[in-house]
């Protein structure tokens, strides 16, 4: 969305393409975010993981990025959730 202060991006585990299950969040400030490897939920080849864009022209508040995540969500109106972004593991050569 142009002009938007901030993203929440929505996300659940491996191969859950239902967006109500999509609980967990991660947050930033631009249009670029890097979930930490300890965040990614376990996957195995062929393993689909399905990612959910909202957009805030509001910055959450907290002092991390689930915190500013978790405030947006529950005290903010966001734009509707863009339509999935699905990686797909692949496999090593």
Do not use: R
């Not at 901030?6 to 109500?20: F, G, Q, R, T």
């Not at 978790?70 to 797909?88: Q, R, V, Y």
């Amino acid at each position: 969305m142009e002009g938007a202060k901030s993203y929440v991006i929505h996300y659940a585990n491996a191969n859950e393409s239902d967006p109500h299950k999509a609980k967990m969040m991660g947050y930033s400030e631009t249009n670029s975010w890097t979930l930490a490897a300890e965040n990614v939920p376990s996957l195995v080849e062929g393993d689909k993981f399905y990612l959910y864009v909202q957009t805030f022209n509001e910055l959450g508040e907290g002092s991390n990025e689930i915190e500013k995540a978790e405030f947006l969500n529950e005290n903010k109106l966001g734009s509707a959730w863009s339509e999935p972004i699905i990686l797909t593991k692949g496999g090593s050569n």
